[in-house]
């Protein structure tokens, strides 16, 4: 049983950002400052990656810690309403597996940058290589 009105999650769930979100803009100005040049958001790739570098064929995810299952303590599920949770966050963890795997298939390097990895991006391994390597 959720604790507060149907109303009032929806109202709440509504404020959620798809696109835009401050990990995804602080990822955004890492690689603009370090010269890239990329496109957002798009709609005609799997998954709608957030990031996309045409010339590296290269998409970055920034992927929020609940909403797509890291084992941080971001992405702990909710005690409450446990069957609904569990069912839509487990989809979301196999949807991005899908669209990764399309990807590479489709010859994309594909990097998943988790929200609380944000805190420290030049440390941040996978951001770290692909700018070294490109």
């Keep these: 049983m959720d604790r507060v009105s149907k109303s009032k999650r929806s109202a709440m769930m509504s404020r959620v950002r798809q696109k ?3 990990p ?3 990822v ?3 690689l603009h400052a370090r ?3 990329f496109r957002l958001h798009r709609k ?3 998954g709608n990656p957030d990031i996309v570098l045409p010339k590296y064929h ?3 995810f920034v992927n929020g810690c609940f909403w797509h299952g890291h084992s941080c303590p971001r992405g702990k599920r909710p005690s409450t309403n446990m069957e609904f949770w569990n069912k839509k966050l487990i989809r979301n963890v196999e ?3 899908e669209n990764y795997g399309v990807l590479q298939e489709m010859e994309w390097r594909v990097v998943v940058v988790w929200e609380c990895e944000t805190k420290n991006l030049e440390k941040l391994a996978s951001l770290r290589d692909f700018t070294a390597n490109n």
């Design 20 to 22: 835009n979100t401050a």
């Design 24 to 26: 995804e803009v602080l």
């Design 28 to 30: 955004r100005q890492y």
């Design 35 to 37: 010269g890239y040049r």
């Design 44 to 46: 005609d790739l799997p």
């Design 58 to 60: 290269t998409v970055i």
């Design 95 to 97: 949807r991005d597996r």
